[in-house]
């Protein structure tokens, strides 16, 4: 392609007037990313008279300006912002950025804008932790010497004096301070000279002729670098056609920062469909999945487009080849109810108390979002037969799942056999196919349930890691963890546990080492209610569960041994509770019709299959 083309060669400042005005960006381009030592880096570069690759340009013509949606470039730049502002293309000629926008937008926000982060352990919603800056450059800086101070980035190469800083440098004897911006006011040789001129002027009397000269050479640098040489070379693609013009930007960005399917897809659902924005949409929709229902979610536009295709009955494989304009056509009809599946089903999952902490794959989502999506259950949270037994039944098999890592790795070929597997049960039952799931999957090598062969790795998991809740979660009846705050709690207290504790009873050490291994296994772990939690605090367990109801052991497979209760049984307590937890995940792993079948009135019960 490279041979083909013929590139066009400009001075930053015209581009930099051109952006926003004529230049503009496409909803196929990415958020901007740089921070500022990248930033700097540029400038640095720029003014060595190094070459910064090429930028590549699509030229809208008018008949064609209002099919496409267009964003302006972010000139005062606030860290973790992610959403361009929207631009209206009326009266306008319009060229959108293929290629370039990460180095564009740089040079706008040294040259005309700033940059605004986060000082470090400040809150977001603080607006005192919040610093504007804007690039400068020290006119006294030797490029040629590598002599400087702590602040200067020779390590990373940049040798010009160029920092971000938030209000205006005093200036001294050593350094000579100004924002790179001022030299985009010299409109012409005259205007520069007569900077440069006030500049010179005003140095102090103790200046050296060697630093006048330093302070000359790299302002004129900083001018001809901005103003007069050519080292925006660019070319411009006049091709009306989308997909053309989709090819050419992949091809361009391939082999530079990847790139997030999503921004690509993005793009050509706006193009396709009627009325409404997708890139606005589909990033309101993800802002509300992660921050706007009970619990918090950590998901991304990825996972909405991929639920799109697996929800759509469409190959579930997430390339760009599979959103063709068909599909989009279908996508678009069912993004209603794709909508509604989706927020259901984290209201759900975030019901057993799984979130953005315990989620440990994201993919593990999308069979119950395609159950849901196809019975039109809604997130199950009344207390019908139906409801009850198939949230239990799906709370299980996540749980099963992602302890399992069933949707670990290339998930594409169980997230299709479980979509398939669904598909078949609800031609006979409305209800969540747990049994078929767990045997379907299981012929596959992806094992869902616990049983004599994987039961070990869950009673192995420890007090502090990520899959410890939802082992917990496992043992009880219920899955409305996420309605109350529940505390993962130390049946016998870890404060009688400690090693100064038990050498002050006279307990042997090899006792000693048995205990402090055991103290945090999941044989000596409970969910608890938070107030009972605190209310249990370090008292021994023996004297705190007389006080709870005569079932309590029951529930929390406790046995019924008060000899185990001392610390110094903790060992034979943990064996003896992981002898209680095995029986009872048998009972849930190696029964899977427990949670597939709701009883014959939940199995006639009305349910709305398709879409």
Same mark, same amino acid.
């Given at each position: 392609?490279?041979?083909?083309?013929?590139?066009?060669?400009?001075?930053?400042?015209?581009?930099?007037?051109?952006?926003?005005?004529?230049?503009?960006?496409?909803?196929?381009?990415?958020?901007?990313?740089?921070?500022?030592?990248?930033?700097?880096?540029?400038?640095?570069? *720029?003014?060595?008279?190094?070459?910064?690759?090429?930028?590549?340009?699509?030229?809208?013509?008018?008949?064609?300006?209002?099919?496409?949606?267009?964003?302006?470039?972010?000139?005062?730049?606030?860290?973790?912002?992610?959403?361009?502002?929207?631009?209206?293309?009326?009266?306008?000629?319009?060229?959108?950025?293929?290629?370039?926008?990460?180095?564009?937008?740089? *040079?706008?926000?040294?040259?005309?804008?700033?940059?605004?982060?986060?000082?470090?352990?400040?809150?977001?919603?603080?607006?005192?932790?919040?610093?504007?800056?804007?690039?400068?450059?020290?006119?006294?800086?030797?490029?040629?010497?590598?002599?400087?101070?702590?602040?200067?980035?020779?390590?990373?190469?940049?040798?010009?004096?160029?920092?971000?800083?938030?209000?205006?440098?005093?200036?001294?004897?050593?350094?000579?301070?100004?924002? #790179?911006?001022?030299?985009?006011?010299?409109?012409?040789?005259?205007?520069?000279?007569?900077?440069?001129?006030?500049?010179?002027?005003?140095?102090?009397?103790?200046?050296?002729?060697?630093?006048?000269?330093?302070?000359?050479?790299?302002?004129?640098?900083?001018?001809?670098?901005?103003?007069?040489?050519?080292?925006? @070379?660019?070319?411009?693609?006049?091709?009306?056609?989308?997909?053309?013009?989709?090819?050419?930007?992949?091809?361009?960005?391939?082999?530079?920062?990847?790139?997030?399917?999503?921004?690509?897809?993005?793009?050509?659902?706006?193009?396709?469909?009627?009325?409404?924005?997708?890139?606005?949409?589909?990033?309101?929709?993800?802002?509300?999945?992660?921050?706007?229902?009970?619990?918090?979610?950590?998901?991304?536009?990825?996972?909405?487009?991929?639920?799109?295709?697996?929800?759509?009955?469409?190959?579930?494989?997430?390339?760009? &080849?599979?959103?063709?304009?068909?599909?989009?056509?279908?996508?678009?009809?069912?993004?209603?109810?794709?909508?509604?599946?989706?927020?259901?089903?984290?209201? *759900?999952?975030?019901?057993?108390? #799984?979130?953005?902490?315990?989620?440990?794959?994201?993919?593990?989502?999308?069979?119950?979002?395609?159950?849901?999506?196809?019975?039109?259950? &809604? @997130?199950?949270?009344?207390?019908?037969?139906?409801?009850?037994?198939?949230?239990?039944?799906?709370?299980?098999?996540?749980?099963?799942?992602?302890?399992? &890592?069933?949707?670990?790795?290339?998930?594409?070929?169980?997230?299709?056999?479980?979509?398939?597997?669904?598909?078949?049960?609800?031609?006979?039952?409305?209800?969540?196919?747990?049994?078929?799931?767990?045997?379907?999957?299981?012929?596959?090598?992806?094992?869902?349930?616990?049983?004599?062969?994987?039961?070990?790795?869950?009673?192995?998991?420890?007090?502090?890691?990520?899959?410890?809740?939802?082992?917990?979660?496992?043992?009880?009846?219920?899955?409305?963890?996420?309605?109350?705050?529940?505390?993962?709690?130390?049946?016998?207290?870890?404060?009688?546990?400690?090693?100064?504790?038990?050498?002050?009873?006279?307990?042997?050490?090899?006792?000693?080492?048995?205990? *402090?291994?055991?103290?945090?296994?999941?044989?000596?772990?409970?969910?608890?209610? @938070?107030?009972?939690?605190?209310?249990?605090?370090?008292?021994?367990?023996?004297?705190?569960?007389?006080?709870?109801?005569?079932?309590?052991?029951?529930?929390?497979?406790?046995?019924?041994?008060?000899?185990?209760?001392?610390?110094?049984?903790?060992?034979?307590?943990?064996?003896?509770?992981?002898?209680?937890?095995?029986?009872?995940?048998?009972?849930? &792993?190696?029964?899977?019709?427990?949670?597939?079948?709701?009883?014959?009135?939940?199995?006639?019960?009305?349910?709305?299959?398709?879409?």
């Amino acid at each position: 392609m490279g041979a083909a083309l013929s590139y066009i060669s400009t001075n930053i400042a015209s581009v930099i007037d051109r952006i926003n005005r004529s230049y503009f960006l496409p909803a196929i381009q990415r958020p901007f990313v740089w921070q500022p030592d990248q930033i700097v880096a540029l400038f640095d570069s *720029l003014l060595k008279g190094y070459p910064i690759s090429s930028f590549l340009l699509w030229e809208i013509k008018p008949e064609h300006r209002n099919d496409w949606e267009i964003y302006k470039f972010i000139e005062n730049f606030r860290f973790g912002d992610t959403h361009n502002e929207l631009a209206e293309p009326d009266g306008r000629d319009v060229v959108l950025v293929l290629d370039g926008q990460q180095r564009l937008t740089s *040079l706008l926000i040294g040259l005309r804008g700033s940059f605004t982060s986060r000082t470090k352990y400040g809150r977001r919603n603080n607006p005192d932790a919040w610093s504007r800056q804007r690039l400068y450059i020290d006119l006294l800086k030797d490029p040629a010497t590598e002599n400087g101070d702590e602040n200067d980035r020779e390590d990373l190469g940049v040798t010009y004096g160029l920092r971000f800083f938030e209000d205006d440098p005093k200036s001294s004897p050593e350094k000579l301070w100004m924002k #790179i911006g001022a030299i985009l006011d010299c409109t012409s040789d005259d205007a520069f000279d007569s900077l440069k001129d006030s500049i010179i002027d005003a140095l102090p009397d103790t200046a050296t002729r060697g630093e006048q000269r330093i302070v000359e050479k790299n302002l004129d640098r900083l001018y001809r670098t901005i103003w007069k040489d050519g080292v925006v @070379s660019y070319y411009t693609e006049k091709d009306q056609s989308y997909d053309r013009v989709l090819d050419i930007f992949i091809r361009a960005n391939d082999g530079g920062t990847k790139l997030s399917k999503s921004d690509l897809l993005l793009s050509m659902i706006t193009s396709k469909w009627e009325g409404i924005s997708a890139r606005q949409e589909i990033f309101d929709f993800v802002d509300l999945l992660n921050d706007g229902l009970d619990g918090r979610n950590d998901l991304d536009k990825d996972f909405v487009m991929k639920s799109c295709l697996v929800l759509s009955d469409l190959d579930q494989r997430y390339k760009v &080849g599979n959103f063709t304009n068909a599909n989009l056509k279908i996508i678009e009809a069912n993004w209603k109810g794709i909508k509604q599946s989706l927020e259901s089903t984290l209201r *759900l999952v975030n019901r057993f108390g #799984i979130d953005r902490e315990t989620l440990t794959s994201t993919n593990a989502l999308l069979p119950i979002a395609y159950y849901v999506y196809k019975t039109q259950c &809604g @997130s199950l949270d009344g207390s019908t037969q139906f409801e009850s037994s198939n949230a239990m039944g799906i709370h299980r098999w996540l749980a099963g799942s992602l302890l399992n &890592g069933v949707f670990g790795g290339s998930s594409d070929q169980t997230i299709g056999a479980s979509r398939s597997i669904i598909q078949q049960s609800l031609t006979r039952s409305c209800d969540f196919p747990y049994r078929a799931l767990v045997e379907g999957l299981a012929r596959r090598g992806r094992l869902v349930s616990f049983d004599d062969n994987n039961v070990d790795g869950l009673l192995d998991v420890n007090y502090g890691q990520r899959g410890c809740f939802l082992a917990l979660s496992l043992l009880y009846d219920t899955n409305n963890w996420g309605a109350v705050k529940y505390h993962i709690d130390h049946i016998i207290p870890r404060s009688l546990a400690d090693r100064k504790a038990l050498m002050a009873k006279n307990l042997p050490e090899a006792l000693i080492e048995k205990i *402090l291994k055991s103290v945090n296994r999941l044989g000596n772990l409970q969910l608890l209610l @938070s107030r009972e939690n605190l209310e249990k605090s370090n008292i021994p367990f023996s004297e705190w569960i007389q006080t709870r109801d005569r079932d309590f052991l029951n529930r929390h497979l406790i046995p019924d041994e008060p000899g185990l209760w001392d610390v110094e049984a903790l060992p034979d307590f943990v064996r003896a509770r992981e002898r209680l937890i095995r029986q009872q995940l048998r009972r849930f &792993g190696l029964d899977p019709a427990t949670f597939d079948a709701a009883g014959q009135s939940a199995r006639e019960a009305e349910c709305a299959l398709g879409n």
